[in-house]
């Protein structure tokens, strides 16, 4: 059938809401009951979110960490309320007190003078007021808001206490004369300082009275935060840790884009939940199969996504694409990032719209179009970061003489494929910058080579393959060969990534790097594989970069950056390539950025359209 304009616009915004999930407020628990019914939950990850522990999911930018901490906290909310929630299939028979606290939006805990102690406590009033406002939200406490006292931290608790106790409807006869002690203990307390340990204190008689079982406490967005702000962040973190209060965190981080310090212990102290497709390969039994798992996964996102927000639109009236290939090419293209999925189907849906042919569905052409607009909007944000010099500059040289391996390969047999390669697990930081911009891809972390050894196995993005051309590897035989190990390429490099004292050598054959404790006992020191002479590796200091920019800022500037005035883009259009909110980008871009002469802006029709401070002035389209 030929669909409607009420149509198209629903199948819009179908494809938009898998590009992020910053749009759901809080204030609006019907957007939460919505992000239930077309979750995605493929790796079962709400039930190890809500374990009793303390946790952190980690992720690159785009794989739903924000959507599953807004999960797990609709889980909580469901166990004070499942008359008006529904039941939680997660909880039984529990009480479970939800805080959320989304940290790019209160970065300014860390500047009310920046000591350790202003920091606890600015924290703590953080979750005071986040606890305060969401309560309100989920009781709607109209009749309860003369039970408001002064502002005080302390009788801002007394306030949540209230709440409490009078929607669940706990019985208070029993504890009037602990309730009279409470707040005699409270004016003497009022006028101490507040700090974590009489905050847990306080929690804790709250949840007890109030009959909760636990308080979890989700905390989005810790990689917004500076090196600085992690670091005394996570000085405090480690007080909340353990306090025996039933009290447990679920933290939000970027891949490689954290530190909790040396206190605080990964595996003992806090557990890890991984959404990056590297930490499920093993579970499937290797690379080739978890790519196909990950066909399934985009099938489920798209069908649920359809069913809810265009359920009377039929798939052969969006797509002229068969559902297998569909699927195909995005899984390739993802690879577990669902907002790379939502971007490239959002693009390809404005081409059929926009085509010259008379269906307005989706084909191939159209898919290809999309991926191809995601490649290079992915690569902008890369191109311009070096151009700003928030990425050393050696990162461009080395990306091309990766994309030239391939190529290489490549014409030695046209027909084969060269779309994986492998590198020593001692060179892995040398390629996150390029699996954070979405330019590679970690698969897995143990492979075998034909060859001997164990590597990290990485696969370039797909739109680099279909753009040189470049065959894409469908089993493990058309990438384990000796030739796909490109530590050869990495070489060149290895100077800029030593760190500490420690002498460090290299094979000039095969590229393998031994620190100085595995070969010191040798007066001649040879490669293991092949007995080539190794040779020491001179340090080489890193390229000073400007700034001192979180990976988010990087980001917004770095795409801005790599803009002229004729591709000039709103906040709403950089927000859903970066993956932020749109106040973010318009915040930091306007406020900051422009008035530190970095970006330009031109206002067009009442928005805001930002691009390159070098560029010259030429006219937009309107």
Not at 261 to 278: E, F, H, V
Request: proline share 2%; net charge negative; hydrophobic share 35%.
């Amino acid at each position: 059938m030929v669909l409607n304009q009420r149509q198209i616009t629903s199948v819009k915004i179908a494809f938009e809401s898998i590009l992020r999930s910053d749009y759901i407020s809080l204030d609006q628990i019907d957007q939460l009951n919505n992000l239930e019914r077309y979750y995605v939950d493929f790796y079962n990850n709400i039930s190890n979110l809500l374990q009793q522990q303390d946790n952190y999911i980690n992720g690159r930018r785009g794989t739903g960490k924000t959507s599953l901490l807004m999960r797990g906290y609709l889980e909580c909310i469901k166990t004070l309320i499942p008359s008006k929630f529904g039941h939680s299939e997660y909880f039984y028979n529990e009480k479970v007190l939800p805080v959320f606290i989304d940290l790019s939006k209160c970065r300014d805990i860390f500047y009310k003078e920046n000591n350790e102690d202003s920091i606890e406590m600015n924290f703590i009033l953080q979750i005071i007021e986040a606890l305060k406002k969401q309560l309100e939200i989920i009781f709607n406490p109209i009749e309860l808001r003369e039970l408001k006292k002064d502002s005080t931290a302390f009788q801002e608790l007394d306030y949540i206490e209230n709440i409490l106790l009078n929607a669940l409807k706990v019985e208070q006869q029993s504890n009037n004369t602990n309730m009279l002690n409470d707040i005699n203990q409270l004016s003497l307390e009022i006028s101490e300082k507040l700090n974590v340990q009489n905050f847990l204190d306080k929690i804790n008689n709250i949840r007890i009275k109030a009959g909760i079982h636990k308080i979890y406490v989700f905390i989005d967005e810790f990689s917004d935060l500076s090196d600085e702000e992690q670091s005394n962040f996570s000085i405090l973190f480690q007080k909340f840790l353990g306090s025996k209060v039933n009290m447990f965190f679920k933290i939000g981080v970027i891949t490689d884009r954290y530190n909790f310090g040396p206190k605080i212990r990964i595996g003992r102290d806090i557990y890890p939940i991984s959404l990056d497709l590297n930490d499920f390969v093993e579970r499937y039994g290797g690379t080739v199969v978890a790519v196909r798992k990950m066909q399934e996964f985009v099938e489920m996102i798209l069908n649920k996504r359809l069913e809810i927000f265009c359920s009377e639109v039929r798939y052969i009236d969006i797509f002229k694409i068969s559902k297998e290939n569909l699927c195909q090419r995005l899984a390739r293209q993802s690879l577990g990032v669902p907002r790379t999925l939502g971007l490239i189907l959002q693009h390809a849906w404005n081409q059929a719209q926009n085509g010259i042919e008379s269906d307005n569905k989706i084909g191939l052409s159209e898919i290809n179009y999309g991926i191809r607009t995601v490649r290079k909007m992915y690569y902008k944000q890369f191109e311009g970061s070096i151009k700003k010099n928030l990425i050393p500059s050696f990162y461009l040289n080395m990306w091309k003489e990766l994309v030239n391996r391939a190529l290489n390969e490549k014409e030695k047999n046209n027909e084969r494929p060269s779309s994986h390669f492998m590198i020593d697990p001692l060179r892995k930081e040398y390629l996150n910058i390029f699996c954070e911009n979405f330019l590679v891809h970690l698969l897995e972390e143990d492979r075998a080579s034909k060859y001997g050894g164990n590597y990290y196995l990485y696969v370039l993005d797909y739109g680099v393959c279909l753009e040189n051309n470049i065959k894409y590897a469908e089993e493990k035989d058309e990438f384990t060969a000796v030739r796909f190990i490109y530590d050869s390429v990495l070489l060149n490099y290895d100077p800029y990534f030593l760190t500490g004292n420690q002498k460090s050598y290299k094979c000039s054959t095969c590229g393998c790097i031994y620190e100085e404790n595995e070969v010191a006992k040798f007066k001649v020191k040879r490669c293991f594989e092949d007995d080539t002479v190794l040779e020491e590796i001179q340090a080489r200091v890193q390229p000073t970069t400007k700034g001192n920019y979180t990976e988010l800022e990087i980001k917004i500037l770095g795409l801005i950056s790599a803009l002229d005035k004729g591709e000039a883009m709103t906040a709403s259009e950089i927000a859903d390539t970066v993956g932020c909110s749109r106040q973010k980008v318009s915040a930091w871009a306007t406020r900051v950025l422009e008035r530190n002469g970095k970006v330009s802006i031109i206002n067009i029709k009442g928005k805001n359209y930002y691009y390159s401070l070098d560029e010259k002035e030429d006219v937009i389209c309107e």
